[in-house]
């Protein structure tokens, strides 16, 4: 049995001291007060250009999201449809340079090809739009007159990747002071060598940089903090000398008695508080969030964590938001990956790209196994100006900051150094750029795996030419049986799918083979783009378990039925008259529905009509089934309150069917697994649409641009069920202490910008997204014409 150990005690920046009075580091977010404009005029970098005609908006900030939609636009289905182009931001910077003091702007991602300038000067360039920036403008700024930064961004060659990228300062920037001896950037490194019942052994690595021109001493003082904030361990290490415009590694190594382990079920995170103190006092600090486990993939059982063998129940996920594009609020993310985890799913795919230092940071806190990939292509194109163009000259670097910005972070378990890369198919190429990602990821990180989505890898010959051996988990996209084989054919070989389809055929072999680690389904959410097969007017990939409004859909129903850890149960109608054999009169006998055998290839599923909603077009007597999603071992159904009988779970995981008569009213379904209490759903016909309701999953919004509430809207009848067909105008109003940011009705065709107050329903149902402004109440609104408004109160929250 061989073994990849990935036996570390992990980290995540979470920000850092601010103490002026010791002269410490000093943070300074750069959010409000930016000018912009969507064009690219000359001179736009110098100092004195006179911007008062631009508009003023806050960073994060994707301008593309707002549209307009154009069949023409020459990112195309690619980019869903959504402009591209050149624009520029400038913001003057409040500060007042000190001598012995050092000056970095940071972003956390430029979509794309960037140039950064400071008072007239140009400080740096990058053309990928995911990695994040840092530059030192101290000699750039100046004490006699204001000191102004412009940044342009240039999403104008497109399409430059195959899913909406967005545009624009799309993630967080700061304004960072330091000492001249100081930390470098992503410099500290924390690991454990030893995690053990009695106890574990911490060490954290820092990289100090020496600006000065003069050698110093120096000082590292570390202090760890356990999750309830009581210290447990401190050790303070001399540096005799860092000598001038230099770098120095400082080595430490803490005891800690008896940790908390990080782990899905307890997300234990620990706080390590780094200190450099030069001979004049406190130069810079860093607060460190990280957690202790011990996480490996073995090639007979798959993945374990903390001792516990673990079935990775994975989604990929692209970096938009829906309605809110590429500068997505962290309370998006916090509502869809809660609602992922109460299907069952608990690992994460970045794809195809390194996610925003936030969305890990929320992974680390809610448990989420993290799958980091860095690239998309290598040397080979996918779109015609995408990130091949730059590989060569800007892989290496790329890769090392990537790495080093993210290796802390406890929820990240495996790199991935690429995605159904095409250079595949030149066998020597590929290996070549593997040996380099793999090397430097090695270097950077020793403690975790590598891995990569394998593209047909029978095609190229993966398996056979060494290839796939290279990497430290073989991960293979789609085609399950194949990586079986894989592994058959050399059971030292650890694997993972990397990305997989939907269906139960897709499922069960992953299920069943104790050595695949698990899967990453295509997707979790759909997402703007990747439209260019299906073509316009399509606008997005509805691929999800949810939809991009974060709305549980129909496979998400069925995947909780075979990931969820508690009892679930889902009825929906299924139209395909064949579903489930014969239809019963619906008079209480039992049913005996026609169940599918196991299916041992990934034969393509039946083409069917499934449908949340009791309310088919035709209202007289004509033949439905109704089908079930629940892991509870038995499941009775009813309609209108007579019982169709009970049915066992079936082991090759297909859906439980009942045959029907259709007639008007009630389906019901329930557990009957003794202790599983009531675990119940129905379904009921509606009437004719009276009205709007409007519902929340949150009653209190926050006021900054990481806060968002979904307001959902339904037509729904005089009962208040839900009107299947309705596709009523919503108008949506926010008053009192809140705004409108966007609308939304998860629609593959709407084209209407999402910042629209108006919104037609889809399938009776539309959203609304708000934000508080300062605290108080905020009243939302929903109007149709022929409809009972809808209206809903939350606070807000400064």
């Not at 798959?302 to 692209?318: C, R, S, T, Y």
């Not at 993310?333 to 109460?342: K, Y």
């Not at 290839?467 to 079986?484: H, K, P, S, T």
């Not at 109608?573 to 026609?594: F, K, L, M």
Request: a negative charge.
């Amino acid at each position: 049995m061989r073994k990849a150990s990935l036996s570390i005690m992990a980290a995540l920046l979470a920000g850092a001291l601010h103490q002026p009075a010791a002269a410490q580091r000093i943070v300074t977010p750069l959010e409000d007060g930016w000018r912009f404009i969507q064009a690219d005029p000359e001179g736009a970098e110098a100092a004195t250009t006179d911007d008062g005609a631009w508009q003023t908006v806050s960073v994060p900030h994707d301008w593309a999201i707002a549209g307009p939609f154009d069949q023409n636009a020459r990112g195309a289905g690619e980019n869903g449809f959504l402009p591209t182009g050149v624009a520029w931001y400038r913001h003057t910077l409040d500060v007042m340079p000190q001598a012995g003091r050092r000056y970095f702007v940071e972003f956390d991602g430029i979509m794309e090809r960037s140039g950064v300038w400071v008072n007239g000067q140009h400080v740096g360039y990058r053309p990928q739009g995911y990695v994040s920036l840092r530059y030192d403008i101290t000699r750039y700024l100046r004490s006699d007159a204001p000191n102004v930064i412009a940044v342009r961004s240039d999403t104008a060659a497109a399409p430059s990747s195959r899913w909406y990228n967005g545009s624009g300062i799309y993630r967080r920037a700061r304004l960072v002071e330091t000492g001249e001896l100081h930390i470098t950037q992503d410099g500290a490194f924390v690991h454990t060598p030893r995690i053990a019942a009695d106890g574990a052994t911490v060490a954290v690595s820092t990289e100090l940089e020496n600006a000065a021109e003069g050698a110093t001493d120096a000082r590292v003082e570390i202090v760890l903090t356990d999750p309830d904030g009581r210290e447990v361990a401190r050790t303070t290490t001399p540096v005799q000398r860092v000598d001038g415009l230099r770098k120095a590694v400082v080595a430490a190594e803490l005891p800690m008695p008896t940790p908390r382990r990080w782990h899905t079920d307890d997300p234990a995170l620990y706080t390590a508080s780094i200190r450099v103190l030069g001979p004049d006092g406190a130069s810079d600090a860093q607060d460190v969030r990280f957690g202790v486990r011990e996480a490996e993939f073995r090639a007979d059982s798959g993945f374990w964590l903390n001792g516990e063998n673990i079935k990775l129940k994975g989604v990929a996920l692209h970096h938009d938001g829906g309605a809110v594009g590429a500068a997505v609020p962290l309370d998006v993310w916090r509502q869809r990956l809660t609602a992922l985890q109460a299907l069952g799913v608990n690992a994460i795919r970045t794809a195809h790209n390194v996610p925003s230092p936030e969305f890990l940071d929320l992974c680390d806190e809610l448990g989420l196994l993290v799958m980091d990939e860095l690239f998309d292509q290598w040397n080979v194109a996918k779109t015609p100006y995408d990130y091949h163009q730059f590989f060569g000259d800007w892989h290496k670097r790329d890769t090392a900051e990537m790495i080093r910005r993210d290796r802390n972070h406890p929820s990240i378990v495996v790199w991935s150094a690429g995605n159904e890369i095409h250079d595949t198919a030149y066998p020597v190429e590929a290996k070549a750029a593997l040996t380099s990602i793999m090397g430097i990821i090695h270097a950077t990180d020793p403690t975790r795996p590598v891995t990569m989505g394998l593209f047909r890898p029978n095609v190229t010959g993966d398996y056979n030419n060494g290839f796939a051996d290279m990497l430290d988990v073989v991960g293979q996209n789609y085609r399950e049986n194949e990586l079986i084989a894989a592994h058959e054919q050399d059971s030292t070989r650890m694997i993972v799918g990397t990305e997989n389809g939907h269906n139960r055929t897709n499922w069960v072999p992953v299920r069943d083979y104790p050595a695949y680690a698990g899967m990453f389904l295509w997707t979790g959410v759909d997402y703007l783009g990747e439209a260019n097969r299906s073509g316009w007017p399509n606008i997005q990939n509805p691929a999800g378990l949810l939809d991009r409004t974060g709305r549980l859909k129909i496979r998400g129903m069925e995947r909780a039925s075979w990931w969820a850890e508690t009892p679930v149960l889902y009825v929906v109608r299924n139209a395909d008259p064949n579903a489930a054999g014969e239809a019963t009169d619906g008079a209480g006998g039992p049913n005996q529905p026609v169940l599918p055998t196991m299916i041992a290839v990934a034969t393509p599923a039946p083409k069917v009509a499934l449908f949340d909603d009791w309310t088919p077009e035709d209202l007289t007597p004509h033949p439905e089934t109704i089908e079930v999603y629940s892991n509870c071992q038995s499941v009775e159904a009813f309609l209108n309150g007579a019982s169709l009988g009970v049915l066992p779970i079936n082991q090759d995981a297909s859906p439980r069917r009942w045959a029907v008569t259709f007639a008007p009213g009630e389906v019901r379904a329930e557990c009957r697994d003794d202790g599983a209490g009531a675990v119940t759903d129905r379904l009921v016909t509606a009437g004719a649409p009276v009205a709007i309701a409007l519902s929340a999953e949150i009653d209190t919004v926050g006021s900054d641009l990481d806060a968002l509430a979904y307001v959902r809207a339904r037509v729904v009848d005089a009962d208040g069920v839900t009107v299947p067909r309705a596709a009523h105008e919503l108008r949506f109003s926010v008053a009192g202490s809140g705004t409108l940011v966007a609308t939304d009705n998860a629609s593959s065709t709407d084209h209407v910008p999402f910042p629209s107050a108006t919104r037609q329903a889809q399938d009776g149902w539309a959203t609304a997204l708000v934000r508080g402004a300062g605290a108080g109440t905020m009243q939302v609104e929903a109007q149709a014409d022929g409809l009972r408004a809808g209206r809903l109160q939350l606070r807000a929250e400064p």
